[in-house]
């Protein structure tokens, strides 16, 4: 009798390497989505799972399970942060606005890629001042994206148009993946796109699964820009339980090390606590029933599982806990180094603990799982 083999922890590793690297090199700004989203619907479809897509370009497919056990929102945003075309130069040379937390620092001599139309996208260089015309006073100055242009080969701003490109036209940093060292994956909008690879790998298993609560997959759209597209989502499916999946800060780093323990290759991550002061005003507390849940996860499942607390960034979870009465969030993440430039850097065997945490844990939300308050004192 022919029977399916257990899938080998390194064929995970292999399908996770191999779709997050398609997903990094499908340009999708925020607001521009398609390409990324036809994508993943049809790795969805592949999995027999129908999908639909909401008027703000969401993705969402429901994976049906116990109807007596709360019911759970997994999300991960297919956007990415970027430029938008705002004016065009007589000269050919084109300015531009940022779209999200672009560093500025991170953009002088960076290639991009202007979203025209599939096939016919158009590749530039954000200029970098000559270095043998750069002054002392110019040498350790950031230049404002203001002062920045892009350069795509055009000498007037009639062979801009022509190439399709006009104010309002999307520009990313020109798609690229680099494998490192090991399981290390370089390259562009590793945020979020590595986590979308997980939640494509995380229906596979919950689906193979007969134990499970119903589990609506969201691909959200507009995170970069205003961390707000994932809230209609919610809206309409009202799920009781929202894990969200984004990078979780690197600290392992001498840049970075006071401000945490989260290694690169140590595995997946929590956050305990996140806040955004700066005119974003929100971010995520867990309900305390999420944190228990993983941490017995993972060590049951023999996972490791790091934390994470700090100030200075948030996710979608933060406006999707606000929907309905109230949803009991978690952000969940893969360690990720140098966010939001051209080349982040993630491993695939955080992805794949990752993977495998969330099966394990979303299994074992039952019809005895609480979400009461009362249940949790502190
Ligand atoms: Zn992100």
Do not use: W
Not at 18 to 27: D, G, Q, V, W
Not at 163 to 171: L, R
């Amino acid at each position: 009798m022919a029977r399916r083999a257990a899938a080998k922890p390194d064929d995970l590793k292999a399908r996770l390497r191999s779709l997050t690297t398609e997903l990094m090199l499908i340009p999708g700004l925020s607001g521009y989505e398609g390409r990324v989203r036809k994508r993943l619907a049809a790795e969805l479809h592949a999995l027999k799972l129908a999908t639909r897509t909401d008027r703000l370009g969401n993705l969402i497919a429901t994976i049906p399970g116990d109807p007596e056990a709360p019911s759970v929102m997994l999300f991960a945003h297919m956007d990415q942060l970027g430029l938008v075309v705002r004016k065009i130069e007589a000269n050919g040379l084109i300015r531009v606005e940022r779209l999200g937390g672009v560093p500025e620092k991170a953009l002088p001599a960076q290639a991009v890629l202007f979203m025209v139309d599939e096939g016919r996208d158009v590749p530039g260089v954000i200029a970098n001042k000559s270095h043998h015309a750069t002054g002392q006073d110019e040498k350790y100055r950031v230049l404002p994206y203001a002062e920045l242009y892009i350069d795509a080969g055009f000498s007037g701003a009639e062979e801009v148009l022509a190439a399709g490109i006009d104010i309002g036209t999307p520009v990313v940093y020109y798609p690229a993946a680099l494998p490192l060292a090991g399981d290390r994956l370089a390259g562009t909008s590793v945020d979020d796109r590595a986590a979308c690879a997980v939640v494509v790998e995380v229906a596979r298993g919950l689906l193979a699964s007969h134990r499970r609560p119903t589990v609506h997959i969201v691909f959200s759209v507009l995170e970069e820009y205003n961390l707000r597209g994932a809230v209609t989502a919610a809206q309409a499916l009202l799920p009781d339980i929202a894990i969200q999946l984004d990078l979780i800060l690197a600290t392992d780093t001498p840049d970075m090390a006071a401000r945490g323990d989260v290694i690169l290759g140590g595995g997946p991550a929590m956050s305990l606590y996140s806040f955004h002061g700066r005119g974003t005003l929100n971010g995520t507390i867990p309900h305390p029933a999420l944190p228990v849940l993983f941490d017995e996860t993972a060590a049951d499942e023999g996972l490791p599982l790091q934390r994470s607390a700090h100030v200075g960034a948030l996710t979608d979870s933060s406006y999707v806990q606000l929907v309905g009465q109230g949803v009991a969030a978690i952000d969940l993440g893969f360690p990720m180094r140098y966010s939001h430039s051209a080349l982040e850097v993630c491993d695939i065997g955080d992805l794949a603990a990752l993977t495998r945490l969330l099966i394990a844990g979303i299994s074992r939300i039952d019809s005895g799982f609480s979400l009461s308050r009362d249940d949790f004192p502190q």
